[in-house]
């Protein structure tokens, strides 16, 4: 259930209402609008008697939720969420462009690509320290050194970083070293992970399952929203289809999907959802046409040498095209085009 405060509610008639919902053993979610407060109530296995809260002073309404998910929906927040970092936002008017390596394989290969993602004018960095490989035997990552290079990225070049943890103790790390937190495809569903990064004051990029409904997916961020984190990304990567001509298929309908039912901030990511250099481009060119907030994308200072994910990554200079053309598509869009 939702509970609507009135624009004309006091604070402390909020603060009642919060209490009413912590006396009841539940969780409250208190969110300011720009016109008023909701507040969202998790925690309860079955429907809540409404008479508890609709007598209580400043309240508009009750909405019962149909669907599965509440805090991530357009009824908890009807404002479009911007995520922050220091001063760079995901999901406000700039287009927020997150690139760099699969991996991070060496600091001399982290540092080069920084370089050329600095220059673009790109607010974030990618690369994995731990990488979730399909086979055991593939690189996994330089772990905690692959850590320290990002901070010293992070140092350098103002960049802020994103990068996967892959388990609790993983997030732990992150929080240390990172930015943003990122949850990759096949971690959508590892709900212990999803509580624990939850618990976080880092954001949250998360990634769609390779198999993800829309709801599965939304209730993946519901984990998120439910343990109190708020500042959650997601990022559409692509899903297995019976489709041979790419890796994945980057189901680019995702973005105005997600958009009619929440508030979060979506972005593309067209190198897991193509798999394929050639095809990188003029799908993130795509992505940003149909309104994503961002885009993830690998790139490598030299793609053939590239310890994961080499078909996809761009070279630098692909980068750079790939960049400046993206912000001409962003910049020509009114703003009324993409909501
Ligand atoms: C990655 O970003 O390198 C990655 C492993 O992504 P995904 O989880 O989408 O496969
Ligand atoms: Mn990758």
């Known amino acids: 259930m939702l509970i609507v405060m009135k624009s004309s509610a006091t604070e402390a008639q909020t603060a009642a209402v919060v209490r009413a919902v912590e006396e009841l053993g539940f969780k409250p979610h208190a969110m300011p609008g720009a016109l008023r407060t909701a507040i969202g109530i998790t925690g309860n296995q079955s429907p809540i008697d409404p008479s508890r809260f609709e007598t209580l002073p400043g309240v508009a309404e009750l909405i019962r939720v149909s669907k599965p998910y509440k ?13 922050r970092v220091g001063d760079a936002t995901i ?49 996994q990552g330089l772990g905690e050194e692959g ?16 990068t996967e943890a892959l388990d609790e103790t993983g997030v732990d790390l992150v929080e240390r070293y990172g930015d943003i937190i990122q949850i990759g495809a096949r971690s959508m569903q590892n709900f212990t992970l999803l509580r624990r ?25 519901e984990y998120l929203m439910s343990e109190g984190n708020y500042q959650v990304i997601l990022c559409e990567r692509g899903i297995r289809t019976f489709a041979q001509h790419a890796r994945n298929t980057l189901d680019l309908a995702a973005i105005p999907a997600v958009r009619r039912v929440s508030h ?9 959802g193509t798999g394929k250099n050639y095809m990188v481009t003029p799908l993130a ?36 095209s790939l960049v400046s053309e993206v912000r001409s598509i962003h910049d020509a869009l009114a703003p009324a085009a993409v909501t």
């Open 91 to 139: 999901g406000g008017d700039e287009l927020a462009i997150i690139a760099g390596p699969c991996a991070i394989e060496s600091r001399s290969q982290a540092l080069a690509i920084a370089e050329t993602v600095r220059k673009s004018g790109a607010r974030f960095f990618r690369g994995g320290a731990f990488k979730p490989r399909t086979s055991p035997y593939a690189f």
């Open 264 to 272: 979060l901030p979506v972005i593309v990511d067209p190198s897991h």
């Open 285 to 320: 060119r795509a992505g940003v046409a149909v309104g994503a907030d961002g885009l993830i994308v690998e790139v490598h200072d030299q793609p053939a040498q590239a310890l994961s994910d080499g078909a996809q990554a761009l070279n630098l200079d692909q980068y750079e």
């Open 71 to 83: 805090l991530v929906t357009l009824d908890f927040r009807s404002q479009k969420t911007v995520v």
């Open 147 to 162: 850590l320290r290079i990002l901070a010293e990225i992070r140092e350098t070049y103002g960049l802020k970083i994103v």
């Open 197 to 221: 990064a939850g618990k976080s004051s880092l954001p949250v990029l998360l990634k769609r399952g390779l198999a993800a409904t829309l709801d599965e997916w939304l209730l993946a961020a």
